[in-house]
């Protein structure tokens, strides 16, 4: 789908383009969301750039995605997306500056742009050229990867006192299962986070050196941006600190209630080992067994093995052992 962005007295007003109208010519920002190849060659006729393809927009080496080419700045970065599901992804989009025109290629519809979208139809002044519609999406991504580093923080602190608070009473063993499974995708969520900051670290290196006319007002946006960008990825290298803390916590703490169960096993082993020797021992079979025929001969063997079961027991209680 091709849209096309244009300026009036409020804002940008969106129009879907049909592939036999022709493009205005006050057009601010075309935007190509999962476009057609008729779609994507209307655009670079009418800018005289080449889109990349989607294939291309998957290169990682900075060459082929932060270039220069016939006066057009081709930038494609990585975002976090389908924050909403249990299985976020991170999708590739390119931004394409020619002049005071902005074309976007995306294959996907994250929030940051539909929020931007609705933004820019109220806030002319903020979204007149291409440039400026170029920054105010990034201020929109970066706003939503704080959202998401918070997102990870708030979750992390969650587990952290699932994992650290002590047992009360008698209560259920915890599962461990699912702390492992929510640390994971904190982690997972936190270093999505963390590929698209680089991602977007490197763009505005970019863009801030490359020879375009930017106004100071763009610039200083990118500034902004920059700053926040450096910020942010300190913080998400932080939480990625605590993922591996709270990991090896939880793990600790798995081999802990591991060596409980152990010790369990041990003491009942220790406990039933005299009175089994005690049975084994009139279990013999010799005629002569000192109290084998007195009358009180079998309680006297039952109760010195329950004596010797529960003494085991209670000397293991008294050094703390259980």
Same mark, same amino acid.
């Given at each position: ?14 129009? =879907? ?104 139809? /109220? ?37 952290? =006192? ?5 047992? /009360?009473?008698?209560? /259920? ?10 640390? *994971? ?55 990625? =600190? ?63 093995? *329950? ?16």
């Amino acid at each position: 789908m091709l849209s096309v962005f244009l300026p009036n007295t409020l804002g940008l007003s969106r129009r =879907a383009q049909a592939p036999t109208e022709a493009m205005p010519a006050d057009a601010v920002w075309l935007d190509l969301l999962e476009p057609t190849i008729a779609e994507e060659k209307k655009v670079e006729e009418f800018l005289a750039i080449d889109v990349p393809t989607r294939e291309e927009m998957r290169e990682i080496e900075t060459s082929n995605r932060l270039y220069e080419e016939a006066g057009a700045l081709y930038m494609t970065v990585t975002l976090v997306t389908k924050l909403e599901s249990d299985a976020p992804e991170n999708n590739q989009v390119t931004f394409i500056l020619k002049g005071h025109r902005l074309a976007t290629n995306r294959y996907v519809d994250p929030l940051p742009f539909r929020a931007f979208i609705a933004y820019a139809e /109220r806030h002319l002044t903020q979204c007149s050229t291409g440039p400026a519609v170029f920054a105010g999406l990034l201020e929109a991504i970066v706003n939503r990867i704080a959202d998401v580093l918070e997102r990870a923080g708030s979750d992390l602190d969650a587990i952290s =006192a699932e994992v650290f608070s002590p047992p /009360r009473g008698r209560s /259920r063993p915890r599962d461990f299962r699912s702390v492992l499974q929510k640390v *994971g995708h904190a982690g997972d969520l936190n270093s999505k986070a963390r590929e698209s900051l680089a991602s977007l670290s490197r763009m505005l290196v970019f863009v801030q050196q490359a020879p375009i006319d930017l106004t100071p007002d763009v610039r200083s946006r990118l500034k902004t941006i920059a700053r926040d960008v450096t910020q942010m990825a300190d913080h998400a290298t932080f939480l990625g =600190a605590k993922v591996n803390f709270i990991l090896d916590a939880t793990l600790g703490m798995v081999n802990i209630d591991q060596n409980n169960i152990l010790k369990i096993f041990s003491v009942v082993t220790v406990v039933l080992l005299p009175p089994s020797v005690i049975g084994a021992m009139f279990g013999m079979n010799f005629d002569l067994i000192p109290t084998s025929h007195a009358a009180w001969g079998f309680w006297g063997a039952v109760g010195l093995m *329950g004596i010797s079961a529960v003494v085991p027991f209670l000397i293991f209680k008294w050094r703390g052992w259980l």
